[in-house]
């Protein structure tokens, strides 16, 4: 009996532990993805809209847009993307959640997009971001809408 209850002991302590760090590798995750998000919007800045867009897209990934179809795939990203002109967006994450399982998260944020005239428009977004087998983030679905124009 005395050998039972210590076992118990030790069991319990361990459930302790192990869902401390496991609550302590989602917060790791839940860093990459907002780290990951503030990674593409630079390269947007750097390289340009376009080619952000389909470097940091899953091959599956999927983009919906007001008033357009739905942009399906990595190649149609591109294709799509590749007429953006001197656009500028650039945006920032506000909010990021991670599943337990650490391999798909979201984040939330506001977008500025200043076209060559300089007419702003702002808004907001989701990005639900995927973990790829080579450990790195993409994201599988991206929306945004417009916001009050201020």
């Known amino acids: 009996m005395k050998y039972l209850k210590l076992i118990s002991l030790i069991f319990f302590a361990g459930s302790i532990i192990l869902g401390c760090k496991a609550e302590m590798d989602l917060e790791k995750v839940k860093q990459r993805i907002i780290d990951t998000d503030k990674e593409f ?9 376009p080619a952000a867009f389909a470097a940091y897209a899953d091959k599956n990934a999927v983009i919906y847009r007001d008033k357009t179809l739905p942009i399906e795939g990595r190649t149609s990203i591109e294709k799509a993307y590749a007429a953006f002109g001197g656009a ?12 337990a399982s650490g391999d798909l998260g979201y984040t939330l944020g506001s977008w500025v997009f200043t076209v ?4 702003v428009s702002k808004g907001f977004y989701i990005s639900i971001w995927k973990k790829q087998p080579d450990s790195t983030w993409k994201y599988v679905f991206d929306s945004g809408i417009t916001g009050p124009q201020e």
């Open 41 to 49: 919007c630079q390269m947007a800045q750097e390289k340009g809209v």
């Open 88 to 99: 500028n967006l650039s945006w920032e994450p506000d909010f990021v959640e991670a599943a």
């Open 116 to 119: 060559p005239d300089s007419t």
